[in-house]
């Protein structure tokens, strides 16, 4: 089955970093596909975070993470990373990825894979 693996959750205080990774399986991860990070927090809607563009490789993030939170890529390694700074308590909840071909940010299009998802709890 084609699909992302991610890694890189876990519990963290307030004010600390996480590095989420997101490792595509099954399928080969080309530039021209654009990435999103999707957060779903305890009882909200599902958001997306950040994004980078298959059009242009340009990074996006919601105004909440803008200035800590950079979203990247490796493609010769098939893999999209997520590097949160300055965790609030807000930012807890599951991160998933996921991928829509030739696609800018935010992706519009019915996606083509996602990531089984990845617990981010912020709490002292």
């Known amino acids: 089955q084609a699909e992302f693996v991610e890694s890189g959750g876990g519990l963290v205080q307030p004010g600390g970093s996480l590095n989420l990774s997101c490792t595509a399986s099954?399928?080969?991860?080309?530039?021209?596909?654009?990435i999103t990070w999707f957060r779903q927090a305890p009882g909200k809607e599902r958001e997306g975070v950040s994004c980078?563009?298959?059009?242009?490789?340009?990074?996006y993030h919601t105004s909440s993470v803008k200035g800590r939170f950079t979203i990247s890529r490796d493609n010769r390694k098939m893999t999209v990373y997520l590097q949160m700074t300055q965790l609030k308590p807000e930012d807890t909840g599951v991160y998933s990825c996921?991928?829509?071909?030739?696609?800018?940010?935010?992706?519009?299009?019915?996606?083509?894979?996602w990531g089984q998802g990845a617990q981010v709890t912020v709490s002292s």
């Open positions: 996921a991928a829509t071909a030739y696609s800018g940010c935010p992706m519009t299009a019915e996606i083509d894979y």
């Open positions: 980078i563009s298959g059009i242009d490789d340009s990074p």
């Open positions: 099954g399928f080969s991860l080309g530039y021209f596909y654009a």
